[in-house]
């Protein structure tokens, strides 16, 4: 990882993360564990944000999925953890659109917020990957996020859980909304409830991520954490230790296999 050096901009823009960071109401794909925050967090995420806006203007798209690197997935053969959708804005600043889980608790709600917060602090690599839908896919996805508020909630299930099942409307992961979100978007007739934003999904081929967990993991992670559920799973798959959920990952490849957006571009400092 690269060594960073503060310029003043950099130096005005961590001291208001600073100051907002106390009053963040929640977290996706990073850790909700409190502690101070520090200022090499605070110039690696703004690099990383520099850099991603770099290279989101140099892509010309104006509207993207994003991904962080926000949790350690690797035995789970996963790389990025948080998922949400990028749009720019007249004034060419980016945005993100995405769902974040209240700390602690199994609620969740849509959120947009800048690069800056987006990469804030805590997170496992200090990396990014976005893909760039293809011409069609953007016009329908930037009429939805430059929209009323409404038309981001239609779709959003407050309850939440990290591996809530690809195909139950019992939870909602944040990956989870940001694909039942497009297929709201490209089929808005048709995708007027979660359930037939995921028709849309399968008849469009997308397969989510499968976790390997056992039965101590799973009844740890329920009984520790209010945000962690697997009562919405089948019983067949959930007891043959098989969580489909939705992954960032999943989403990358699918979107390419779909030919719905080109292979995603990785950024790392």
């Known amino acids: 990882m690269r060594a ?34 520090d200022a090499q967090s605070f110039g690696l ?8 806006a770099q290279a989101l203007d140099a892509s010309g798209a104006q509207v993207v999925f994003l991904a962080r690197a926000g949790q350690d997935l690797s035995k789970y053969r996963l790389h990025y953890s948080h998922l949400g959708i990028a749009y720019k804005r007249e004034d060419g600043a980016w945005r993100v659109v995405h769902k974040l889980n209240q700390c602690g ?33 953007q016009a329908r996805l930037l009429g939805l996020v430059k929209g009323p508020r409404t038309q981001l909630l239609q779709l959003n299930e407050p309850a939440y859980s990290v591996v809530s ?14 694909i039942e979100t497009l297929a709201m978007a490209m089929e808005p007739s048709a995708a007027t409830t979660r359930a037939r934003a995921q028709a849309w999904l399968q008849f469009k081929g997308y397969e989510p991520g499968t976790i390997t967990l056992g039965p101590l993991t799973r009844l740890g992670g329920r009984i520790s954490s209010a945000n962690v559920a697997f009562d919405d799973h089948p019983n067949e798959k959930r007891f043959s230790d098989r969580i489909e959920t ?19 571009v990785e950024l790392s400092l």
């Open 45 to 52: 995420g703004m690099q990383l944000a520099e850099r991603t």
């Open 105 to 137: 608790s199994a609620r969740a709600s849509i959120y947009s917020q800048g690069l800056g917060d987006f990469f804030l602090d805590d997170l496992w690599h200090y990396e990014a990957a976005f893909a760039v839908p293809d011409p069609a896919v």
């Open 165 to 178: 099942y690809a195909w139950g409307q019992k939870y909602q992961q944040s990956n989870q909304w940001a």
């Open 4 to 37: 960073f050096k503060l310029t003043p901009l950099l130096g005005a823009c961590c001291l208001a993360l600073a100051m907002a960071a106390h009053h963040a109401p929640a977290e996706a794909g990073r850790s909700c564990e409190r502690k101070p925050l």
């Open 246 to 264: 939705v992954t960032a990952d999943s989403v990358f490849a699918w979107l390419k296999r779909s030919r719905m957006a080109a292979a995603p």
